[in-house]
């Protein structure tokens, strides 16, 4: 049984919305073909002083949904050929992101936009059946599965720094803000 996430799922402290993304499904819709995928992979931007986050220097016109309410897209494009999914998370005027970085089927950021046929056509808008895109929570629990699993067969949520931060110096380029579920055998 499939339940949509709502606003109020997204409208808590980043890093406990980007961990419990894990398991959950995006779920896109273009015409009447329907994509389902489970999320395997984020990474969590969160406030004015995360410098890896674009919110770090303020307000401008690419960043200004990570200032809206929770629940929104912030759909950003970078190298001038890549779109980049986020999830806005917490409360609003509080800039903070979840960037969906992998599924069960695909791996890559870039990719998993390019596959889904998500472009800036969804920036700002809301997470929700009717905009073609959006979340589902489709039973799939990796912290109940590790409380639950044999050590042989453990799933398990692994946190690393998140990809391609250097630049936000020696403490944010470091912090643990990517999460992904793995699967060991």
Same mark, same amino acid.
């Given at each position: 049984?499939?339940?949509?996430?709502?606003?109020?799922?997204?409208?808590?402290?980043?890093?406990?919305?980007?961990?419990?993304?894990?398991?959950?499904?995006?779920?896109?819709?273009?015409?009447?073909?329907?994509?389902?995928?489970?999320?395997?992979?984020?990474?969590?931007?969160?406030?004015?002083?995360?410098?890896?986050?674009?919110?770090?220097?303020?307000?401008?016109?690419?960043?200004?949904?990570?200032?809206?309410?929770?629940?929104?897209?912030?759909?950003?494009?970078?190298?001038?050929?890549?779109?980049?999914?986020? @999830?806005? =998370?917490?409360?609003?005027?509080?800039?903070? %992101?979840?960037? &969906?970085? $992998?599924?069960? +089927?695909?791996?890559?950021?870039?990719?998993?936009?390019?596959?889904?046929?998500?472009?800036?056509?969804?920036?700002?808008?809301?997470?929700?059946?009717?905009?073609?895109?959006?979340?589902?929570?489709?039973?799939?629990?990796?912290?109940?599965?590790?409380?639950?699993?044999?050590?042989?067969?453990?799933?398990?949520? @692994?946190? =690393?720094?998140?990809?391609?931060?250097?630049? %936000?110096?020696? &403490?944010? $380029?470091?912090? +643990?803000?990517?999460?992904?579920?793995?699967?060991?055998?």
């Amino acid at each position: 049984m499939s339940k949509v996430l709502t606003q109020n799922f997204f409208n808590r402290p980043t890093l406990k919305v980007a961990k419990e993304m894990l398991g959950k499904y995006i779920v896109r819709r273009v015409g009447k073909k329907e994509m389902a995928l489970m999320i395997t992979e984020v990474e969590a931007y969160d406030g004015f002083k995360d410098k890896a986050s674009h919110a770090s220097r303020g307000v401008t016109e690419r960043n200004k949904p990570m200032f809206g309410p929770a629940g929104y897209f912030y759909i950003y494009f970078t190298y001038g050929i890549h779109w980049m999914l986020n @999830i806005v =998370t917490g409360q609003e005027n509080y800039p903070a %992101a979840v960037l &969906i970085r $992998g599924t069960d +089927k695909i791996s890559g950021p870039a990719r998993l936009t390019k596959f889904l046929k998500i472009d800036k056509i969804c920036n700002g808008k809301k997470a929700e059946p009717k905009t073609g895109l959006w979340f589902e929570d489709r039973g799939a629990n990796p912290r109940s599965d590790l409380k639950s699993s044999k050590r042989s067969d453990l799933k398990k949520i @692994i946190r =690393t720094p998140r990809i391609g931060v250097v630049y %936000a110096g020696p &403490i944010w $380029g470091k912090k +643990k803000y990517r999460f992904i579920y793995a699967r060991t055998a």
